[in-house]
């Protein structure tokens, strides 16, 4: 079968060694000796891309996850970055796009790197968040015959997760949603390997209740350390959020020994839960506060405009915390979203669900 023209291609190695695959036979034998995706095997020091078929289009194109996996002589952990679940959330997929174009992973001294810059294909080219209006991070475990979100997070299920041990799901605020760079962590027993997740230097590490369905409840199922990157907005690029998810997969490495480098040893504060201040009124929203800000008690996070006549609405946090989103949409009504803050307080998370608001 002819491998279709992918945006991202011209970027990586022309040397690696590209397959398309037959699924459905996921397996890791002899754990760390030999690894398989799909039909395919990945020996020491090779670096493939494993091209995993999800159906064909009405055009006759295919819809693929293209995985790129790469493995060191030694043996080691095994690291997934992901991007692109949402198609429309460009910033984590040119995080690992760039890592791939700055071949970081080519110089893995151990263990293996499975990087996916796009896992949504089809809603990256439309720029839209779902596939066919179905959330593919709503949809694990997954189901090959299920809808096309269904096929994707089976595969994801049964290729990819059981040969992973920790990595970072890359994802943005959704539209009118500007995130500060974050990493989220389950707030369940067992506890996420807090060195690791320290040591990325992610200045904001919040605990989050797991969503059903989604992509990381479905790794801790499975055993697997999978932290939630949360940067910028959906649609656009954020050079900052870029920068930051770049060092985070590098410290990960370098925590892990499998690139060279000096380890961190940092001491972020772990913050749990986290609420949203909404509007109480309908206007036009004006921001004070920036995402990344600390914010005390009762502080004003932005006004609304409601009228010429009327005095501007003050909306304020309700306990001390640090600004992990701001709305960035300005016409606003009765009960909008419009900052979101992970609580310093031991606060009982309100709303599950936050990337639908
Ligand atoms: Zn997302």
Redesign the pocket.
Known sequence: MDSPTHFYKNIVSPERNVVFVKVGNAQTIKRFKIMKIGDITIEKGEHKLVQLPVAKLINGEYVLVEVEVFRAEEDGPTMLFCAG??GD?ITGVKIVMEALEQKIFDKLKRGKVIAIPIINEIGFNQST?TVSGKDI?RCFPGNPKGSLASVIAHLLTTEVLPHVDYGIDF??G?VGIHNYPQLRINNIAPSPNLRLVKNTGASIIVKKNMIPKSFRNEAYKQGKDIFVFEGGE?KRLDKFALEEGLKYIQRMLIEKEMLEGKKSSLTTPVLKGSYWVRSTDAGIFIPKAKPGDDLGRKEVVGTLDVGLSEPPVKLATKEPGHVLGMRTLALTNKGDAVAHIASFLNVKEVEEDD?NK
């Open positions: 679940m949402h959330e968040r991070n994802h943005s959704s959906a990337e």
